[in-house]
């Protein structure tokens, strides 16, 4: 299968800003044939699509909370039936936030315990490669990405960080370079370290590392590619 | 404001409200043949303020170089243009936001953010970084941490929900911001060369249309305020703070850009500083028209609200655009989609005024001219006391300290040595997956994405230095220019123009104005020679605030404070080179030539508490040789390394190049015989804006490619001195030097 073949769709909300780069990123570095998805697009079905991509940016300028009203857009609708039905479903950063607000991802997130916003390298490892978004990577890989966010502290009740533990749907953990799970680096006071989490079907996935800005060597890091490589590998084998 | 009566008998008063000088006054009401009514001069006041006429420096700024052959539009528009080839131009300007900012920090800092970038996409360009120059007070007063932490936030705020990365920029304190903090904006933005848009077009027919936010009391009278000094009851002047909303102009951006791209817009202008009134007058005058403005169609967010002060509202994320009619309907679905408003409120016309209508009637008539050509001063000029003062330093009549690693330890750990990280770490750098080197490190570079660029990229910096411009202000000007360029140069890339950010105290002080004439002088100087022509700019005046001293009121002001921000080009991004060192065993050279002037410098400063001497002049001959030098070893590949000698000196320049490399933590052993030149040890340490670089190269390198950095230097006639190797843990100069790296790292990444 060519990797043209491969349709993504990107869902762009007003505020949006990371839609553009993932676009980019799809298109040139990986060959795949992108296309965005307006937040008031009638297409009910998102059928067509081999994959859904949730960008990151401000979508509605995070009032009220980052992500509450983009989840409740009309195109959120399709994009839940969409992933009930199997379809995969990637949320970065401040699409991660509007899975967790459109309750396809259990948990919140809170404010970063700096109380600032953080842009920064960090080192993720990968705890599970059974998922479409992992399964190109080897079990503990470390990655290397930025991160850019004011509310990425992820935060759940006692009962949902067990079923996550318990489901092995904790996907990537905040690490040093060496792999370590360290306080010192947990960029935002994420309870346990948690990057990435998926639902317990695997098939959809949020995280707030950006891979779309670490797919290049040029720009310090490959390594996000590794996340679409996933993808790509999972719908060409499946 | 309508209720204000401004009979002459009050002009008094009148003058205090509206920032108006009593002549001025008179001459309004000779142009206008009656006193002016409230509305009137609220115009007036707006448009012949210092921020929006120029007037005290109008005359000085028509002497700076302005043309060369990449620059396709100068100064005059909402920002300058230059040509990058392959059909792409960069568009750039840097912009102050001090007044506000002092006032109410996050909104006045993320405003000036919002402004920059309105003035960029305004001209058909897609904003794609921005960089920052602040000011802040002594670092241990009270107030700073405040002021610092609020102005972060407030352009992170902006920026990153924007969605424009913020690569770089400066933090200086100095205890002469105590009272007035520098917030100056930059933005640049990259558009196709026949997809520039201007104010100038308007034609007769065409209709003026109003988008974006609705016209609130926000900002009310901003652009006069901003044109004065400050007394000690600041408050009062809060509600003169725009508000921003970054989600809105977001909006707008991709609005806009949209209807440019469906070539629907024939004309437009940011409703900045005067907000409807500078962008009507300015339209209408550039493009040798009149209008017909129709008050009763001004998108409002409250009915309270007089036509005075429509026209001088200064809400954020508002535009004013001109079209053919024939376009309006397609132009209205572009800004319903993005949610805005978008509404028909006037007219183009033949004769050059502005008709005002309210409540359905004529209400007022205005002849353009009249308005936009407001005064034009030559200040009178006085070379400043204090300058008598400052004589070249005589290093002997200072006794050598004890312990000089004592001294290298508090000049790395001053604040404004000290790093930034937790600075840069709040803005959004990463985004646009451009950045190719980011913020804390020279210049930014950055490559194009989405065009037949390939491998060529673009650099930007932005530096200032006020304490040497106050010591001498042709040098400091020139400096400005000069270390932008040798940071540029130092990553490889070649110098292409300028924009520049006036900031300096009264203008009606003859010693201030000598300061400006004289900082300007360097600037040209620099600009000419480095061949980087001003493509556009931003003076801010009246930085000084009134304080009560027991019983005697003093005035506060800043030391004179011209930044400038440089935009360079590289021809491959993957060639561009870091100041860091790279490993262990790499030979450390001096490229260049050392002057030991320790005049103005931070060690005098820090060691003697006394500062007032005389620095350095450049020789900018040497300097463009020095700069063409080391490009040319940079892009033969020789250099590991490259970081030009600024504030701190040799020492710091040593020091950061062994602990801000990513991975690991080196050091350096450094020999060098400075009784040869007869300069004493701290000299050759401390000097700075030395016009010199300290590189590194891989100890490896052959003998013919030794050779062959020997020919480049003799070439251009430039010494090149081993002095030692880059080592690891450990930081020594010949035997005075003998610090830890990790103790050194420690220290200067913890101060801020």
Known sequence: MNNKKIKAGITVFPGSNCDADVYRVLNEVFGLSASFIWHKNKIKDLGGYDFIVIPGGFSYGD???????????????????????????LGICNGFQILLEAGLLSGVMLTNDSLKFECKDVYLKTLNTETPFTCALKKDSLLKMPIAHHDGNYFAEKKIIESLNHKNTVIFKYCDENGAITEISNPNGSMYNIAGISNENGNIMGLMPHPERSSEKILGSEDGGYIFQSIIKYIKER | MDNVSAKKNDTKKTEKLFGLSAEEYSKISELLGHEPDAFELGIFSAMWSEHCS????????????????????????????????????????????????????????????????????????????????????????????????????????????????????????DECYNDNILVNAF????????????????????????????????????????????????????????????????????????????????????????GLTSSSFEMADSSGKGMIINLDAVPLRTSEITPAEMMLSESQERMLLVCGRDKFDELKAV??????????????????????????????????????????????????????????????????????????????????????????????????????????????????????????????????????????????????????????????????????????????????MWQFVNALEGIKSAALKLNTPVISGNVSFYNETAKKDGDKTTVHKIYPTPVIGMLGFIDDVEKAVTPYFKS?????????????????????????????????????????????????????????????????????????SAITCPNQTLGFAVNCDTSKSGVRIESFLFSEFEQAFIISVDKKLSGPQKTAVSEICAEYGIKLEKIGDVKKGIMKINDKIDLKSDKIKEGYFSVI
């Not at chain 2, 405003?111 to 920052?132: C, E, Q, W, Y």
């Not at chain 2, 990153?160 to 690569?167: L, Q, R």
């Not at chain 2, 009391?217 to 970054?246: C, I, W, Y």
Request: one cysteine or more.
């Open chain 1, 63 to 89: 009032y009220l909370r980052s992500g509450a009203l983009a989840a409740r857009s009309p195109v959120m609708e399709y994009v839940k039936d969409y992933a009930y039905k199997g379809g995969i479903v």
């Open chain 2, 54 to 173: 120029y007037k005290s420096s109008k005359v000085y700024l028509k002497t700076l170089p302005t043309e060369g052959s990449k620059v396709l539009i100068g100064p005059g528009e909402n920002a300058g243009v230059v040509d990058f080839g392959d059909g792409d131009v960069l568009v750039f300007k840097m912009e102050s936001h001090n007044h506000p900012s002092f006032i109410e920090p996050f909104q006045g800092s993320a405003t000036g953010v919002g402004g920059i970038m309105r003035d960029i996409f305004t001209m058909g360009a897609r904003p794609v970084a921005n960089l920052n120059s602040l000011r802040f007070g002594s670092f241990s007063h009270p107030r700073t941490p405040y002021y610092l932490s609020e102005v972060v936030k407030g352009i992170g705020f902006y920026g990153n929900c924007m969605g424009v990365p913020t690569v770089g920029g400066e933090v200086v304190f």
């Open chain 2, 187 to 274: 933005t640049i933005g990259i558009a196709k060369k026949d997809g520039i848009f201007l104010s100038s077009k308007c034609e007769e027919g065409n209709i003026v249309v109003y988008v974006g936010s609705s016209t609130g009391m926000d900002g009310m009278h901003g652009a006069t305020m901003a044109s004065e000094e400050f007394d000690l009851k600041k408050n009062k002047k809060r509600s003169t703070v725009q508000v921003g909303d970054p989600f809105t102009e977001k909006l707008l951006l991709e609005a806009c850009l949209e209807a440019m791209e469906k070539k629907l817009i024939v004309s437009i202008q940011d409703m900045g500083a005067a």
């Open chain 2, 335 to 512: 800004f319903d989609k993005w949610g805005l408003n978008c509404v028909e409120v006037g007219e183009v016309i033949k004769e050059k005024e502005i008709r005002f209508f309210y409540k359905s009637k004529p209400y007022k008539t205005l002849g353009v001219n009249t308005v936009v050509k407001g005064p034009e001063y030559k200040r009178p000029v006085k070379k400043p006391k204090y300058l008598n003062s400052v004589k070249p330093l005589n290093i002997d009549n200072y006794k050598i300290p004890e312990n000089i690693n004592d001294a290298a330890f508090k000049i790395i750990t001053h604040p404004n040595i000290a790093s930034k990280k937790s600075v840069f770490t709040q803005y959004d750098y990463t985004i646009g997956t451009a950045t190719i080197v980011p913020p804390g490190f020279s210049a930014a570079v950055l490559r194009v994405n989405g065009s037949g660029a390939g491998k060529k990229g673009f650099l930007l910096n932005v530096s200032g230095n006020s304490k040497y411009t106050y010591l001498d202000p042709f040098t400091g000007g020139a400096l400005a220019v000069t270390e932008c360029a040798r940071n540029i140069t130092a990553c490889g890339g070649y110098p292409a123009a300028i924009t520049d950010c006036l900031n300096f105290a009264s203008p009606e002080d003859p010693e201030v």
């Open chain 2, 584 to 656: 262990e065993g790499d030979e450390i050279y001096i490229l260049g030539r050392l002057s030991g002037n320790l005049g103005g410098s931070l060690y005098m400063d820090l060691e003697y508490g006394n500062f007032m001497q005389k620095p350095s002049e450049i020789d900018l001959d040497y300097e463009i040789r020095l700069q063409n030098c080391l490009r040319s070893l940079i892009n033969k590949g020789f250099l590991k390394s490259a970081s030009d000698i600024s504030e701190g000196g040799i020492f710091v320049s040593l020091a950061e």
